[in-house]
């Protein structure tokens, strides 16, 4: 008996669910590049999922309307602030969903490029190393 209460309270914990976390994004027009803290994502409409609250750069870009940055700033449910994350995230046995929309108009202009993180930018490849055979000498 006691074996059967440790594997359902077992259970219960990896089977709990968690809190999906989606920022909708639309612009109008419609198919604008989406950068999420400057890496790209999709095009409008897209539906992020973030890890994180608090803020993130957004950029769209659509040639021939000028770009548009922001700062979304993604503030949580109050059951995502401790103490009550704690069953939000590890004992409720269903999943959550914080969803943030957002529309935007893009106005007529010129386009520039949109600023990409360093780590998403392509590294130029480096040429292999010369392996040399050193023969030892008696």
Known sequence: MKNLIILTLFLAVVNSGC???????????QGAEVY???KLIGQTPYRHEFLYY?????????EGHANFNTTLKL???IYEYFPFSVFSELL????LTD???FSFKLEKGQTRKAVVSP???????????RLERIEEKE
């Not at 930018?121 to 040429?127: A, E, G, V, Y």
């Open 119 to 129: 780590i998403e930018q392509p590294q130029p490849s480096l040429p292999a190393p």
């Open 19 to 29: 809190v999906r976390r989606i920022a909708a994004i639309d612009s109008q027009p």
């Open 92 to 95: 409720i046995p269903w999943q």
């Open 54 to 62: 608090g803020g993130h750069h957004l950029e769209l870009v659509k």
């Open 75 to 77: 503030k949580g449910p």
């Open 36 to 38: 999420f803290d400057h």
């Open 99 to 101: 969803e943030h929309n």
